[in-house]
Structure formats: C-alpha cells, structure tokens
C-alpha cells in the first residue's frame, strides 16, 4: 500500500475524531430545536459557560473575585482547597440544571406562543449576557482544564498500524475518548427522544405548544429537562474542547462550526448530528489533503459552509430531517 493512500487513511481517522467534536456541539442545537422548534444562538456560549464553571469549581477560584476585589480593595481569589475532578464535573452539570430553570423561569415562560423569530432573539440575549455573566464569575483569562483525560498520541494505534501498513497513525488519546463518549451519548439520546414518555412529550411539544398543553403535557416541565440535557451536553463539549485547546473565548465560537453540521444532518435528527459531524470532519480533512496544496491551503476555514451551501440548495432539510410541506 503506497505511503500516499496510507497517509489519507490517517487523515481520514483523524478527521473522525474531529467531525465526532463538531456532533458533540451540534447535539445541543439538535435538542433544544426539537423541544422548542427554535435555533438556540447560545449553544456555544453555554459550552464555555460550564468548561469555566468546572475549571473555577476545580481549581477553588472565588466566584466573582474580580469584582469583589475591585470594589473591596481586597486581593482573593482563592479558597484554601482544590476540589477533585468527579465533584467538579458533577457541581457543574448541577449548576447547568440550575442555569435551565432559570431560562425557563424567567425567559421561556413569558414567551410561549410567541413566533419563532421572537424565541430566537431571547437566545441571541442569552449568549451574550451568559457570556459577560461568565467572565464576571470566573475571569477572561486563558484557563487549563484538566479532568484526567488521556492526551498525547496513542502509542498503541502507532505501534499496530506500523506493523501492519509499515505506517504509523498518529491518534490523539483525546480525541477517541471523545468518540467513545459521543457515541455513547448519541444512543443514550436516541433511545430517550424515541421511546420514553418524556421524548414521545419533547416531539409533540416542538410540533405545537398549544395542542401539547391542551393534552396535559407541561411545557415547563419539558423545557427544563431539554435545557438541562442541553446543558450536560454543552458541559461534555467544553471539557473534550477545553482539555484540547484551553477554556477561552473562542470556545464559544465552536457553535459556527456546528452550523454545518446541522444543515447536513437536519435539525430535528440526533442521528443526523453525529452523521453530520463526521461528514464535516472528514470532508474538510480529505479536501484539505487532496486540494489544498493545490489552491493554496486552508481550505478547513470554508469547506464546510461551502458543503453545507450545496445542501441548502438541493436538501434544505439536511440528509435525516424531516421535509416540511405547508399547504397554502
């Protein structure tokens, strides 16, 4: 097998892992959307919100130190422990739970039956308060997160592929343990949204608000189990994304590259998330591989929308949501 061939089946590994990061992120905007028929703009801020809220809650930082000592004149930031990774991880899906009954107490509430576009703009507000709100709490600084994920290339994958292809595959520890956790996130979803009481209530919600109340189902009730599942999910992205690249601003700029992978899968499709993802992750590795050296590069930035833009044009609807035909 040529070094040539070889090498694109690394990238294309590799590309998996990737598209498996980009699914974790979409699986959030895949929830909310069905639950609520809206795109939920704060997505990524809501990724970033719960990295930091673990990292401070890890590391003991005093919550809003910044401020407190601007007005105080004192100098603390910390309390005198460390709390451990498992507790963390806890406190802050318990912290996220928090965070999706107060969007509903305070936000969706008052906006039932209100058009879509309307629902919209309140996420839009949401991000970015949520955004300040949490470099308020935690600080903007760059921010090492550290769970006890294995990093570093997988001795293992480069000792097999070197003895079968004369090739070793360079795959990032990381990177599968997102995989697995994806993966196993995505059938956990699945069965819930197709087979419990509560998924059968999410889709009769994100059909009709009215007639699901008119047949008993509380609305509040379903919006703050979706926005707390959301929740957990964005707090699974911000800790593969935070231990990869650091807790910062730009990991809330990871819900630009979810868009994509939307608009392959569909947006009411949980399937359609994580096929989406690996489509996009793959894609833009192999085009990157095979054209870019011949257009100039960096064909990553702009491969997926461009993907992303054909689909639009010829199956708005992505390849597993659902077609929508109105009558007029």
């Known amino acids: 097998m040529s070094e040539q061939l070889l090498f694109a089946a690394e990238v294309t590994l590799n590309g998996l892992m990737a598209g498996v990061l980009y699914a974790l992120v979409a699986l959030g905007f895949v929830l909310i959307f069905k639950a609520s028929g809206i795109f939920n703009y704060a997505q990524g801020v809501m990724a970033l919100f719960a990295a930091m809220t673990l990292v401070g809650i890890q590391q003991g930082q005093i919550p809003f130190s910044h401020l407190i000592n601007a007005i105080f ?12 990774s498992i507790i963390a991880i806890i406190a802050a899906a318990g ?11 305070y936000i969706l509430k008052h906006l039932v039956g209100q058009p879509d576009i309307i629902l919209f703009m309140a996420t839009i507000g949401l991000a970015y308060f949520m955004e300040g709100f949490g470099d308020m709490m935690w600080g903007s600084e760059l921010k090492t997160l550290d769970v006890g994920l294995p990093q570093g290339l997988n001795e293992t994958v480069l000792n097999v592929t070197d003895k079968l ?13 997102a995989a697995v956790v994806a993966s196993l996130l995505v059938a956990a979803l699945t069965i819930f949204s197709q087979y419990s009481k509560q998924g059968r209530a999410l889709r009769a919600v994100a059909d009709d608000h009215s007639a699901a109340l008119s047949v008993g189902i509380s609305l509040r009730f379903i919006w703050v189990l979706v926005w707390s599942i959301a929740g957990f999910v964005a707090l699974v992205a911000g800790i593969m994304w935070g231990a990869k690249s650091g807790v910062q601003f730009s990991l809330s700029l990871i819900a630009l590259k979810a868009l994509p992978v939307l608009m392959l899968g569909g947006f009411t499709s949980i399937p359609g998330a994580i096929i989406g993802g690996l489509i996009i992750g793959v894609g833009e590795q192999l085009f990157e591989f095979a054209i870019g050296p011949l257009i100039g590069g960096a064909t990553q930035n702009w491969f997926a929308y461009v993907l992303a833009l054909i689909f639009l044009v010829f199956r708005p609807q992505g390849l597993f949501g659902e077609k929508i035909i109105e009558r007029v």
Do not use: C, K, Q, S
């Not at 004149?73 to 451990?84: A, D, K, Q, R, S």
């Not at 912290?95 to 107060?102: S, Y």
């Not at 292809?165 to 343990?177: C, H, M, R, S």
């Open 165 to 177: 292809f004369g090739y070793g595959f360079f795959i990032d520890n990381l990177d599968i343990v």
């Open 73 to 84: 004149g004192t100098e603390i930031h910390h309390f005198p422990w460390h709390v451990p």
């Open 95 to 105: 912290v996220m739970v928090g965070f999706a009954w107060i969007v509903e107490r």
